[in-house]
């Protein structure tokens, strides 16, 4: 099925869409200098006083953004992602609509990575035994979604067939978050010990958030993600 107008495709079958953006750089410095009326003082200053309120945490003129994202991503990724208090979200509900067989299966495997406890590391596998690890993964999934049709034809809610799906199925929200909570997310998720599925939502993220706030994303990324080593996967 065709990706709904403007997704940016994520993973096998997720996406990230924008949906609406209020606010800009200007607006941001003019919410700061409203005390003294409410003025741009040309880029130079005002990419200043971007910087400043960044760095020493002035985080409210950044709460003067919006951002609305139609995202689609496996209900693993959405779980840490509704961790973010500072937003609203509201998801497809599959207590009234029948949830689509749309399952996260990775392309390789990862092993657990032995210095970082709660990381990861590609390889370990023979290409033999990840085909066939990859091959149980795809066919627990698929026996799951059997039972849930079965489930459904047989009569019982959706509410209740739904509890046999696993975590890899694709869940849809919106999410609409501002500029202060959605740093916050990028500083956390782009990071790298931020899990690789998650991260691969970040840098989409990222990539709006630096074409909305030009201004901001530069300071944010020279102040807080100087280190960033975007997965080139992502
Ligand atoms: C790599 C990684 C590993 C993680 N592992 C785990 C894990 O093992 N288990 C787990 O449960 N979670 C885990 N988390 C989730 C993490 O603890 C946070 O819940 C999540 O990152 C959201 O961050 P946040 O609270 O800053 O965001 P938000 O909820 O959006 O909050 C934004 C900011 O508002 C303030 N704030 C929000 N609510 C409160 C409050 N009640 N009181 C005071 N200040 C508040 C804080 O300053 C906070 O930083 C992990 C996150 C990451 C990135």
Same mark, same amino acid.
């Given at each position: 099925m065709p990706l709904p107008p403007h997704a940016i495709p994520v993973l096998d079958h997720g996406f990230v869409r924008v949906l609406e953006v209020m606010g800009d750089d200007v607006g941001i410095v003019g919410a700061a200098r409203v005390s003294f009326g409410?003025?741009?003082?040309?880029e130079k200053a005002d990419r200043g006083l971007i910087k400043y309120l960044l760095a020493h945490d002035h985080?409210?003129?950044?709460?003067?953004t919006a951002f609305k994202f139609h995202i689609r991503a496996p209900i693993f990724v959405a779980r840490q992602w509704f961790r973010h208090r500072w937003s609203s979200f509201n998801e497809i509900s599959g207590r009234y609509v029948s949830l689509e067989h749309r399952f996260f299966l990775p392309s390789t495997l990862r092993t657990p990575d032995m210095k970082n406890k709660q990381g990861s590391v590609e390889g370990g596998f023979s290409k033999e035994e990840e085909e066939g690890l990859l091959g149980e993964m795809d066919k627990s999934a698929r026996a799951a979604y059997s039972t849930y049709e079965s489930l459904l034809e047989a009569g019982v809610a959706r509410e209740i067939a739904? %509890?046999? !799906?696993? !975590?890899s199925l694709y869940t849809e929200f919106y999410w609409k978050v501002n500029a202060r909570s959605l740093m916050n997310f990028l500083r956390l998720r %782009?990071?790298?010990?931020?899990?690789k599925e998650i991260r691969a939502y970040a840098v989409p993220l990222l990539r709006v958030f630096e074409e909305h706030l030009p201004w901001t994303a530069s300071a944010f990324r020279e102040l807080f993600l100087s280190s960033l080593d975007l997965d080139p996967e992502a």
């Amino acid at each position: 099925m065709p990706l709904p107008p403007h997704a940016i495709p994520v993973l096998d079958h997720g996406f990230v869409r924008v949906l609406e953006v209020m606010g800009d750089d200007v607006g941001i410095v003019g919410a700061a200098r409203v005390s003294f009326g409410n003025e741009s003082k040309g880029e130079k200053a005002d990419r200043g006083l971007i910087k400043y309120l960044l760095a020493h945490d002035h985080g409210t003129p950044f709460e003067m953004t919006a951002f609305k994202f139609h995202i689609r991503a496996p209900i693993f990724v959405a779980r840490q992602w509704f961790r973010h208090r500072w937003s609203s979200f509201n998801e497809i509900s599959g207590r009234y609509v029948s949830l689509e067989h749309r399952f996260f299966l990775p392309s390789t495997l990862r092993t657990p990575d032995m210095k970082n406890k709660q990381g990861s590391v590609e390889g370990g596998f023979s290409k033999e035994e990840e085909e066939g690890l990859l091959g149980e993964m795809d066919k627990s999934a698929r026996a799951a979604y059997s039972t849930y049709e079965s489930l459904l034809e047989a009569g019982v809610a959706r509410e209740i067939a739904r %509890t046999v !799906l696993p !975590l890899s199925l694709y869940t849809e929200f919106y999410w609409k978050v501002n500029a202060r909570s959605l740093m916050n997310f990028l500083r956390l998720r %782009t990071e790298i010990h931020a899990q690789k599925e998650i991260r691969a939502y970040a840098v989409p993220l990222l990539r709006v958030f630096e074409e909305h706030l030009p201004w901001t994303a530069s300071a944010f990324r020279e102040l807080f993600l100087s280190s960033l080593d975007l997965d080139p996967e992502a």
